[in-house]
């Protein structure tokens, strides 16, 4: 097969940008799917009803007319005959097009018919009239300069070679289901030739990464399922006397959580158990008292936080309570210092040390443990599978606690994480009120910080979350310095503003958050969500700008760091479009629900919040819509890995055996 630099136009600047994308090999090139497929045929429009999709193509009869709306909206329209016939076309954030088109000129216009205003609402142009015949075009993302135009012209280099692809769908059910070969597949899918086939080469792609996906997560289940566990002598007394000994009650949620942890760690087999908790329902305790009684049972824990701050905040509260019962902490960071790290690897092989708290740095291939018996994983949608496994195979078989804020749909759990055993906190801690939630404008600032002034006035703290420009760290930032210029004139006089954003060090930030503990700085800017992790209960307000750039769940989480006592919270929605997702979280603050609102509307793509989520990332598959594939994909791989196929299969076996050297 052709090599990248073997490509014509692709020189090392488009090589840089491409493996940005993760794309480095040409085989990568072949699997980067477009998004989307137009199908450029012609709509008969006297057949079309209002709000239909339509593809027409016509005359421009004026010259656009652009509007810049804000910063990041702009609007334009034309008038446009069609066969004769005058209309309105709409359409947003295109007004770089319009000097292309000038009025006599013939081009494409794809979006939804609007007969009622005698209007087409465009989502695209096409610069040229429709082929006689239908044809279908794919749709990749453009990033970094790079175009669907050049990725194409790529891919017609590639595919005028033979290409050499391994193909994981065993043979067996290759014939079952007739797929096509996967070399057809592939060109199908970036030059489709017509409906059927494209639909046939989706379907196989789709299915390959499905099958793939379940089998390792059949596989490991299985694994699992003869995995012993550590036996431990456990008194719940001397559990209670710590529980009694909290500073609040815990919640009748919180207790039976306490309850089937302990009755787990005192089984021989294995924990493998997740808690699922809104944000802010308390499963931090949870996770604390389970420490203590694996400490009691002479094990040491790993706690694994997703971020460098959570870490920090973990590490402080596990401090003040465990300072009580001469129990020893330690923190592992990217960033701790070298000297004091290979302390801590010492007092973790010589089990001086009983809790560790960090962040990836505690599966870094230093870090051995003495005896560890517990690995907790907080918000454990961030890591991947790997990642998750890594840590917990530094002890002999050490139980495994995960916390997850982002409520799963139910069937989706079961077919995921089918092989946990599940704990759900479904109230929150006492006293706390729900959060009150508005939608807002950005034309409406002038009442956003009315707001935020009347919770500033009774002494409490906000955050905001900056807008933010995706791939531009730059503008990123004059962003934030443009929205801290706009607070400071607001409020500068009476109240401290501090700023988090993604240039600053590890020491900047964590003085900052120190500065909001404190109440030193009363309104936090922050650009990034991840950041914001943090437990502030005096903070009673959080403003959200572009909140349409979010999903539901991971909203749900964001306004998760208010409403954190028993004061009043709020959170504030600002956005101009997408108005009626966002109003579901208005009148829900249930996760569960959001998170199910989230899934038939995203689909799976953003499911867990954040898009990176390692081991959910599919490339073409997509769970929602592509559910009955999955089930059909988990059911032959059971049978697959039950029947001892994967035996006889080479290319499995060394899939497998990927697996478990990374596990
Ligand atoms: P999350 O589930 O999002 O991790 P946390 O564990 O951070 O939530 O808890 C949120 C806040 O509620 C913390 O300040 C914690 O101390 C407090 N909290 C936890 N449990 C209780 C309880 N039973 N009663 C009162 N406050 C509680
Ligand atoms: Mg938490």
Known sequence: MKQLEEIKGLGPKTKNTLQRLGIVTSEDLLFYYPFRYDILKKSNIEELKQDDKIVIDGLIESVPSVFHINRRLDKMNFRFVIEGKLLQVVIFNRAFLKSKLSVGTTVTVIGKYDPKHNTIVANDIYLMPLPKTPRIDPVYHSYGGIGGKQIRSYLEQIFKEDICITDYIPEGIREKYQFMDKERSLKQIHFPTNTNSLKSALLRAKYEELFLFMLKMNYLKQEKKHDCGLKRELSFQKIEMFINKLPFTLTDDQFNCVKEIYKDLKEPRRMNRLVQGDVGSGKTIVSFIAMYMNHLSGYQSALMAPTEILAQQHYKKLEEIFKLYQVNVAILTGKTKAKEKKEIYEGLRKGTISIVVGTHALISDGVEYQNLGLVITDEQHRFGVNQRSNLKNKGTTPDILYMSATPIPRTYALTIYGDMDVSNIHTMPNGRLPIITTLKKNSEIRDVLESMYQELK????????????????????????????????????????????????????????????????????????VEVGVDVPNATMIVIFDSERFGLSALHQLRGRVGRNDLQSYCILISDIEKERLSILTKTTDGFKISEEDFKLRGSGDLFGVRQSGDMQFQIADLKKDFS???????DSEAYISNGKIEENEILKGYIEQIKILS
């Open 458 to 529: 009774k002494g409490h703290q906000v955050y905001v979350i900056a807008p933010l420009i995706e791939e531009s760290e730059k503008i990123d930032l004059e962003n934030v310095t443009l929205l801290e210029e706009k607070m400071k004139k607001a409020f500068g006089r009476f109240y401290q503003i501090g700023v988090l954003h993604g240039k600053m060090t590890p020491k900047e930030k964590e003085e900052v958050m120190l500065n909001f503990e404190q109440n030193k700085i009363q309104i936090l800017i922050s650009t990034t969500v």
């Open 629 to 635: 594939i999955l089930m059909r994909a988990k059911e």
